[in-house]
């Protein structure tokens, strides 16, 4: 998909503040820096829409981008080892998850995983809450400059096992650095917004 036109919408905590238009959505899920915003970024074209930080936990409400006037990427917080409170890390699943589990505009949810290594426990939960709930997912491994093309076979197997992946799920291997993996993304993105 040619990326014309992108801007963030809103950045909300509840549902009362979702964007009240019927286009079809994509959340974004992942633990903390595990490259959310620059997967984003090089999605749209865009050096820094979404806000990318080496400091985890940075995103901390529901962030609606709209792209092309068409549809709308959803960034949720990352999980794992952010360094916030536990009752704000509670007050973020329950966002999260009541966004996941209510939002009719939901298409698929991009789970993305840094292939560098086995996805994490929080990982597994994740992917597990997804099925659980019947979510269409798109597994996005990011970080592939960061390992020899060599051994790029073996670090998916990792991710497709660990996750326990059912056949359905698309697995794509990413790089927000060489653009490697973004038109098979985009291809697949495109597939559930119809």
Request: hydrophobic share 40%; glycine share 4%; no cysteine.
């Amino acid at each position: 998909m040619k990326v014309t036109s992108s801007d963030i919408v809103i950045s909300a905590v509840r549902p009362a503040q979702y964007p009240d238009v019927d286009l079809p959505e994509i959340a974004l899920a992942g633990r903390s820096n595990v490259g959310k915003s620059s997967f984003i970024n090089k999605m749209i074209n865009r050096k820094n829409l979404a806000r990318t930080s080496s400091k985890p936990g940075k995103t901390q409400t529901l962030n609606f981008y709209i792209i092309n006037e068409i549809l709308h990427f959803v960034d949720v917080p990352g999980y794992g080892f952010a360094k916030v409170s536990k009752t704000e890390r509670e007050a973020w699943g329950k966002m999260i998850e009541t966004y996941l589990k209510n939002r009719e505009q939901l298409r698929a949810v991009i789970l993305l995983i840094d292939v560098r290594h086995p996805p994490t426990k929080d990982d597994v939960t994740m992917y597990d809450f997804l099925k659980h709930y019947d979510l269409p997912t798109i597994v996005i491994a990011t970080k592939a400059d960061k390992i020899p093309k060599g051994k790029w076979p073996k670090h998916l197997k990792v991710v497709k096992e660990t996750l326990n992946m059912e056949k359905e799920d698309h697995l794509i291997l990413f790089s927000s650095e060489t653009g490697q993996g973004k038109e098979e993304a985009w291809n697949i993105i495109q597939h559930f917004m119809s």
